[in-house]
Structures are given as C-alpha cells and as structure tokens.
C-alpha cells in the first residue's frame, strides 16, 4: 500500500484499452485529487485520454456501491436493502452449496470480461475458484476472438509490430479502428510519422473522428473489407509491388494465392465495396510503392459473421508486400502474445475435476432462456452482460427468471446488477494489488493500492477466497496472497521475454519493457513456422485455405445495416453511469446519410425509432455524409435513461462469427422511422 496520505505515485490504467498507460496518481489528504499520463513511459509520454483524466468523478461517484445489498424488489426495479458481508457469503454459498448437491456444479455460471485488466482479479483466483467447484465454464468471446484467430491461421498467434517503432512508417492505415477514441497513443505515433513525411489512410463505414484525422479516407460497405484487401492484392500481384524473396523465404502459399486473387478484380471488388476503382489502385499503388507501411488492425472489422476471414486476409497483405522486414512496417491486430505469462500456474486447471460444459458469453440470453440442463446461478464480475452482450432483450428474460439466483460484483448498480439477488460492492483497480501486461505495446506494470477501499467494497482477489472458505474448499491455491499469484504468473522461462520482469523489478521500476524480439527472422507459431497465405489448417476446420471474402449472412431484409460502435467518452459501458463522461459525450445518435433521412422525413435533432424483429431504442438523428446510404451508426453503450430506450444491444443478433465464437454486433439490419410524438 502507498499509505502515505500526500504525494504522487505511479499507477496503470486498468481498462480494457490497448493504450494501457502509465499514470501519476496526486494524492491529497488520503484522496486522488489528479491524475495524470506519466511523461516518463514512453508510449503514454505524459498524454492520456479525457476518460481517466476525469477517474476522480468515477471512483468518488456517490452512486458507487459501499455495501453488499440483497434485493427487495422485483428483478430489474433496483430496490435494495444494505447486508453485512456475512450474510451476503453465507446467503450465496448457501444456494451454490444446495444447488451443486441437487442440480450439479455445472448449474452454476460465472459470467465476467474485462472491466479491469488487471491479471489476477481478472483471470486468476476467480479461475482457480470456479475450476475447483467445476462450474461451466464461459467462453470468452465477447470482444477480439473472431480476428484473433483469423489473425493467427495467417501469422501463427498474436504477434505484430511493436508499436514504438511506427513512428518509422511512411505510410499508415487505420483499417476498421476509430483510434483517436480507442487508440490514441497510436494516433500520437502516426502523427510523428506523419511529421517524418507519413501519409495517413483511414478505411471505415464510418467517418467519424479518426476519419476526420486522415489524409486519405475510404468510406467502405460493412463487411466486405475482405474483399478490398483481395482487390488490393490482385493489383499488388498483377504489377510485380509483392516481394517474390520475402514471400519465397516467410510464407507458404503465394503461388496458390497469386492464382486465387485474379478473381478479384477491381471491377468486381468496387462493386462489393463501395470503393472506387480508381481509389482500389490508388490504394494498391501506394501501399505496394511505400515502405515502411504499417496496418493497424481494428476490431470494427471483426465484429461481423465474416470477421476472422477478414482479419486473416488483411494480415496476408504485409506478407505479400514483405513490410515485416522494415522497422515500423508490418502490422498489429494484437500484440497479445508477447508478453504471455504462466497462464496455467496462475488458472490453476488442474483443481477441475472432469470436464464442464463450455457457454460463449455472447449468447447468454439463449444459454438462460433454452439451455438444458439450465443455468441456476450466475456470478457476474467485471462486466455488465445486460447492456454489453448482443441481443439485450433475450438476456434481460433470461436475467428475470424466477428461478436464476444471479450475483454481481461491481462499483455501481449497473443494469445488470438491478437484476441480482445480491450485489457486492467492488473496489477499484487503484485501491488492489494486481499486474498489467498491455495487449499492444510491450510493457508490464504492478499496481500497489494508492488509496484505501471504498466503504465496506472489497476486491475480486478478497471475494473469491471468502467464497472459497465458505464452500468449505481446503485447497491452498485458493488462499493465495495477491503478491504470491503475481509471482507464479510472471515466473514463466517459457517466455524468455519476461526474463528481466520480477516482482522486485516491478516495485523498482514504474513499468518495464518486455525483451521482445523481432518477429523475422524467426519461427512463427503457424504449422509450417511461416506465414501461411494458403492454411492447410483452415481447410481441414472446413474454412477456404485461401484468404476469401464471404458474404455478410443476411438477417432480414430491412433497409440499413447497423452499427453499434463504441464512442469516445465511455470504455463500453463503463463511464455510462457518471454523469461528467455521460455529459462529456452529450446524448446516444444515430448517424445516417442525409438523403436517406430525408426520404423518411427526419432531421437532423429529432428522435428516430430504431427497430427489427429483436427488439427497437430510440436515438437522436445526425444527418450528413459521414456514413454511406443504407449504413446507420451509433456509438456508445449508454446507461438505462427514464423513459429512454437506449440499449442499441436489444437490436444486436446473437449469432457468432465464422472464427473462436465472437460477436457480431456490426452485421444485423434495422428499420429507422420518425419517434412517435414528434
Ligand atoms: N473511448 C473508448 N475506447 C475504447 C473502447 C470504448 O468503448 N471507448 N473500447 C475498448 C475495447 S474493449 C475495444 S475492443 C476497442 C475497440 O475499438 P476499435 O478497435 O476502434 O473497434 P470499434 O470501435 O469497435 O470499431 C472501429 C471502427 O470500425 C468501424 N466499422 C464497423 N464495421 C466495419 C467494417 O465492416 N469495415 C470497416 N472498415 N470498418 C467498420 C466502425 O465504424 C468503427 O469506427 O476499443 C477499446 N477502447
Ligand atoms: N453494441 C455493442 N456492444 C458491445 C461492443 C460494441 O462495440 N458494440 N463491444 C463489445 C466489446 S469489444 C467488449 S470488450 C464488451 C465489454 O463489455 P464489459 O466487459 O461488460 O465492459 P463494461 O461495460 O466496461 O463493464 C465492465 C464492468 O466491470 C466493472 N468493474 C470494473 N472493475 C472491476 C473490478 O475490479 N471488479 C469487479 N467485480 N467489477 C469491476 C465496471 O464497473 C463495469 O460495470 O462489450 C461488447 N459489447
Ligand atoms: S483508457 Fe486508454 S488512453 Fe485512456 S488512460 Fe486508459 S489506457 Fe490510456
Ligand atoms: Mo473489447
């Protein structure tokens, strides 16, 4: 603990951001008063986003939760009544105990992501607790899953750039990732690199703030983005911009590949994309004429049924060209896999007995409503399933079964908390003990607490081993002190990058640099150690072997494909429920061609009804020519309003993407009409 009550001290970001900054915690009389980037890291360098900046407003918050409470209301009516921790345990280890003993363990259902990145509270004791009692397991597939893998059959795992180096690239594109909101430590390095002469392509279906920011912005039809980067490749093969040494030495399948792209021919990929012929070899030219040239992957791309396919063919395109060679060339999807830690010490697999059955996260509503045998319980940590997970409206039935014991643990009372039988107040990251390994840049960091617990909270770490004791488990693994879990987790020689990071070198020093090496030359982690443009892997999983654009599923025929994306003040819906971030980004928009609204009577200011055969909400029009006709788009997961209608995930489908279970938010269609009152 840094008890002292006065002075600056050194912290990490904890949210589920890429950006993972180093920050300068200023206490005054026991209290943050200030936070700041720390100008010492050297990928923050002293910057940090408007969200954190304003943390204090967050973790002061009075509508934070101090104490346990169980519920007195109906589900979903928020009415509550103050507990002691005794009663909450023992009311909760009560019901698992009688249900484990009657229905079996797999009954139970913890649910949970990353509202903290913080490794142990995050994917750690509450492994080890919930393999120990042999619970279902959850597949964790909400967020970067589909792309991961696509990622992966081309480059072997979750290994790309190391973005310091980028400020070296000539020419960067932003492909399917509104970085200035979600990213913006890459935006700072792009625009060093835009001062050594870089050029700056932005590929979106939206033109929002990272578009704005371009040199050059292509305005791109959902979906189909697999087929530009193919359009992109038949130009880069037909006029000899591919390195024939690099991909003779790198990778397997480029004569396979040369033959599949004639295909797709600029013709036929402008009419899929809505890209113009001449934009796809304007773009084809400078990239395959300008080295170095970085790709930053976003995770837009990926949250549709095609998105692993996608993300595993736009990562062919720096094979190809041979842009793994240069410094700041190359690209990231996620740098995840560097900085890999001693998962199975920390997870503890082995305290399972048998199997338990596996239950993707996005498709929770089905999972409580239909599956058999059913779920009784659920513990809810770290995220807020009622808002953030697709198809809200099958989640929010599944939530009021009469017959589903549901827990939460968070620092609000968040639409899913209204629906538990008992809330735990959660402290924040800054008040726990946890490490923080960034899936973008390549630092680590140990966070001590800075300030003591709020009220009566308490940390996942804590919880789950007054859990563990209440059940009556014996196991010591599930007693573990917080700095012995960190020490199993980044103890590993298996990964030799980690070797200079200690539990002491993390208390001497703010944040530590992973000994990363550059990925070529080098065995990559596919099967043939190479990058693999043809994947006998895929084929043999019933995918094309070959990077393919598959057509988006269609599920109706109404007249816009919409996009719920994130927006700049929140981190999901975290931020939602304080009024300064939810004031900062002013009220939940739909952002819709101008022609299309006209031809529907709406106008810029007005409240449009958004609806399909899932569910409807209501937004506030913005009409102009950021998004193509028959695109509409919103941004942010907002908190429940009085009266409002503004959880967009009631119209978000539950189906699951081509690749490791994920989501696609990005890829269902709507209707939009004038809001009845108006
Ligand atoms: N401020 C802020 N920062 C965040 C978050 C947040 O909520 N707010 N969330 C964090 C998390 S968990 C994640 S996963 C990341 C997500 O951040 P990003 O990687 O930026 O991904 P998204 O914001 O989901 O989508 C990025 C862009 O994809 C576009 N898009 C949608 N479909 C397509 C398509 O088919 N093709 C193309 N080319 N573009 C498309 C959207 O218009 C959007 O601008 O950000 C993290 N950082
Ligand atoms: N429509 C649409 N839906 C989306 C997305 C989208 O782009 N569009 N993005 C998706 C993506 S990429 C992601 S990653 C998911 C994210 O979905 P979630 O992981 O659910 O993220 P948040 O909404 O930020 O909720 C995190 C919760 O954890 C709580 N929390 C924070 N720290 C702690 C802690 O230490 N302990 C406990 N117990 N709780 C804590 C926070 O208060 C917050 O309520 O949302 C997905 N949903
Ligand atoms: S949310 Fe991202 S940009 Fe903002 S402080 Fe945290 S890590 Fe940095
Ligand atoms: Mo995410």
């Given at each position: 603990?840094?008890?002292?009550?006065?002075?600056?001290?050194?912290?990490?970001?904890?949210?589920?951001?890429?950006?993972?900054?180093?920050?300068?915690?200023?206490?005054?009389?026991?209290?943050?008063?200030?936070?700041?980037?720390?100008?010492?890291?050297?990928?923050?360098?002293?910057?940090?986003?408007?969200?954190?900046?304003?943390?204090?407003?967050?973790?002061?918050?009075?509508?934070?939760?101090?104490?346990?409470?169980?519920?007195?209301?109906?589900?979903?009516?928020?009415?509550?009544?103050?507990?002691?921790?005794?009663?909450?345990?023992?009311?909760?280890?009560?019901?698992?105990?009688?249900?484990?003993?009657?229905?079996?363990?797999?009954?139970?259902?913890?649910?949970?992501?990353?509202?903290?990145?913080?490794?142990?509270?995050?994917?750690?004791?509450?492994?080890?607790?919930?393999?120990?009692?042999?619970?279902?397991?959850?597949?964790?597939?909400?967020?970067?899953?589909?792309g991961?893998?696509g990622y992966?059959y081309t480059?072997?795992?979750?290994?790309?750039?190391?973005?310091?180096?980028?400020?070296?690239?000539?020419l960067i594109i932003m492909w399917g990732i509104?970085?200035?909101?979600?990213?913006?430590?890459?935006?700072?390095?792009?625009?060093?690199?835009?001062?050594?002469?870089?050029q700056?392509v932005v590929i979106d279906a939206?033109?929002?703030?990272?578009g704005?920011?371009a040199?050059w912005f292509i305005p791109i039809l959902p979906g189909t983005d697999a087929a530009l980067a193919l359009g992109l490749m038949h130009i880069l093969f037909a006029e000899g911009l591919v390195d024939?040494?690099?991909m003779?030495?790198?990778t397997?399948g480029h004569e396979e590949l040369r033959t599949h792209v004639q295909q797709y021919d600029p013709a036929t990929v402008s009419a899929i994309t809505g890209v113009p012929e001449a934009d796809i070899y304007r773009l084809a030219r400078l990239y395959g004429g300008t080295?170095?040239a970085f790709i930053r992957i976003g995770?837009g791309i990926q949250?549709h049924d095609n998105g692993g396919m996608c993300v595993r063919t736009i990562a062919c395109l720096p094979a190809v060209t041979g842009q793994?060679?240069?410094?700041?060339?190359?690209a990231?999807k996620?740098?995840?896999?560097?900085?890999?830690?001693?998962?199975?010490?920390?997870?503890?697999?082995?305290?399972?007995?048998?199997?338990?059955?596996?239950?993707?996260?996005?498709?929770?509503?089905?999972?409580?409503?239909?599956?058999?045998?059913?779920?009784?319980?659920?513990?809810?940590?770290?995220?807020?399933?009622?808002?953030?997970?697709?198809?809200?409206?099958?989640?929010?039935?599944?939530?009021?079964?009469?017959?589903?014991?549901?827990?939460?643990?968070?620092?609000?009372?968040?639409?899913?908390?209204?629906?538990?039988?008992?809330?735990?107040?959660?402290?924040?990251?800054?008040?726990?003990?946890?490490?923080?390994?960034?899936?973008?840049?390549?630092?680590?960091?140990?966070?001590?607490?800075?300030?003591?617990?709020?009220?009566?909270?308490?940390?996942?770490?804590?919880?789950?081993?007054?859990?563990?004791?209440?059940?009556?488990?014996?196991?010591?693994?599930?007693?573990?002190?917080?700095?012995?879990?960190?020490?199993?987790?980044?103890?590993?020689?298996?990964?030799?990058?980690?070797?200079?990071?200690?539990?002491?070198?993390?208390?001497?020093?703010?944040?530590?640099?992973?000994?990363?090496?550059?990925?070529?030359?080098?065995?990559?982690?596919?099967?043939?150690?190479?990058i693999?443009l043809y994947s006998?892997?895929?084929?043999?999983?019933?995918y094309p072997p070959l990077p393919t654009y598959i057509p988006l599923?269609?599920?109706?025929?109404?007249?816009?494909r919409?996009?719920?994306?994130?927006?700049?003040?929140?981190?999901?819906?975290?931020?939602?429920?304080?009024?300064?971030?939810?004031?900062?980004?002013?009220?939940?928009?739909?952002?819709?061609?101008?022609?299309?609204?006209?031809?529907?009577?709406?106008?810029?200011?007005?409240?449009?009804?958004?609806?399909?055969?899932?569910?409807?909400?209501?937004?506030?029009?913005?009409?102009?020519?950021?998004?193509m006709?028959?695109v509409?788009?919103?941004?942010?997961?907002?908190?429940?309003?009085?009266?409002?209608?503004?959880?967009?995930?009631?119209?978000?489908?539950?189906?699951?993407?081509d690749?490791?279970?994920?989501?696609?938010?990005?890829?269902?269609?709507?209707?939009?009409?004038?809001?009845?009152?108006?």
């Amino acid at each position: 603990m840094r008890d002292e009550p006065n002075g600056v001290f050194p912290s990490v970001c904890p949210l589920d951001c890429p950006d993972q900054c180093g920050l300068l915690l200023h206490k005054q009389d026991g209290k943050i008063v200030k936070i700041e980037g720390d100008p010492n890291h050297p990928v923050t360098q002293g910057a940090i986003c408007n969200k954190v900046r304003n943390m204090t407003a967050r973790i002061y918050d009075e509508k934070r939760l101090a104490y346990p409470l169980k519920r007195v209301g109906a589900k979903g009516e928020g009415r509550f009544e103050r507990i002691s921790w005794d009663e909450a345990i023992k009311t909760i280890t009560d019901r698992w105990k009688s249900l484990i003993a009657s229905e079996g363990p797999e009954s139970i259902l913890p649910y949970s992501f990353y509202g903290n990145m913080g490794r142990i509270g995050t994917e750690g004791m509450d492994r080890r607790f919930f393999n120990r009692m042999g619970a279902s397991r959850l597949l964790y597939a909400i967020c970067e899953s589909a792309g991961t893998e696509g990622y992966a059959y081309t480059m072997g795992s979750s290994f790309g750039t190391d973005p310091e180096t980028t400020p070296q690239a000539k020419l960067i594109i932003m492909w399917g990732i509104n970085a200035v909101s979600t990213n913006m430590h890459q935006v700072m390095l792009a625009e060093q690199a835009r001062k050594n002469g870089a050029q700056i392509v932005v590929i979106d279906a939206h033109r929002n703030q990272t578009g704005r920011w371009a040199d050059w912005f292509i305005p791109i039809l959902p979906g189909t983005d697999a087929a530009l980067a193919l359009g992109l490749m038949h130009i880069l093969f037909a006029e000899g911009l591919v390195d024939e040494a690099f991909m003779q030495e790198h990778t397997i399948g480029h004569e396979e590949l040369r033959t599949h792209v004639q295909q797709y021919d600029p013709a036929t990929v402008s009419a899929i994309t809505g890209v113009p012929e001449a934009d796809i070899y304007r773009l084809a030219r400078l990239y395959g004429g300008t080295t170095p040239a970085f790709i930053r992957i976003g995770n837009g791309i990926q949250h549709h049924d095609n998105g692993g396919m996608c993300v595993r063919t736009i990562a062919c395109l720096p094979a190809v060209t041979g842009q793994w060679q240069y410094p700041g060339g190359g690209a990231i999807k996620g740098n995840g896999a560097y900085l890999e830690h001693n998962v199975t010490a920390l997870q503890r697999p082995d305290l399972r007995e048998g199997h338990a059955r596996q239950v993707n996260m996005n498709l929770l509503g089905s999972a409580l409503l239909e599956l058999d045998p059913p779920i009784y319980a659920m513990y809810v940590y770290n995220s807020n399933p009622a808002l953030v997970a697709p198809s809200a409206n099958k989640v929010k039935e599944g939530l009021l079964r009469d017959d589903l014991f549901t827990v939460v643990h968070d620092l609000f009372l968040t639409e899913t908390a209204k629906y538990a039988d008992i809330v735990l107040p959660a402290t924040s990251s800054w008040e726990n003990t946890d490490f923080y390994r960034s899936y973008w840049h390549h630092y680590v960091q140990l966070q001590l607490p800075v300030i003591s617990a709020y009220g009566e909270s308490k940390s996942n770490v804590e919880v789950f081993r007054l859990l563990a004791a209440a059940m009556g488990y014996e196991e010591e693994a599930l007693y573990e002190t917080e700095e012995t879990l960190i020490r199993q987790a980044i103890d590993y020689p298996r990964n030799p990058a980690l070797a200079d990071i200690t539990y002491e070198t993390l208390l001497e020093q703010s944040f530590i640099k992973a000994g990363v090496k550059p990925l070529f030359p080098g065995r990559l982690r596919t099967p043939s150690g190479k990058i693999e443009l043809y994947s006998r892997q895929m084929e043999l999983k019933g995918y094309p072997p070959l990077p393919t654009y598959i057509p988006l599923p269609e599920d109706s025929d109404l007249p816009f494909r919409f996009i719920p994306a994130p927006n700049h003040n929140f981190l999901n819906s975290t931020f939602a429920h304080n009024e300064k971030h939810a004031r900062m980004e002013k009220a939940p928009k739909l952002h819709m061609h101008e022609a299309d609204a006209e031809a529907l009577g709406l106008a810029s200011g007005e409240l449009a009804r958004v609806w399909n055969e899932r569910g409807e909400c209501e937004l506030i029009v913005v009409t102009g020519q950021d998004v193509m006709r028959g695109v509409v788009v919103s941004q942010g997961l907002w908190a429940d309003q009085p009266g409002g209608k503004t959880r967009v995930n009631a119209l978000t489908p539950d189906r699951v993407a081509d690749m490791g279970g994920g989501a696609v938010f990005f890829s269902g269609r709507v209707n939009v009409e004038k809001a009845a009152g108006q």
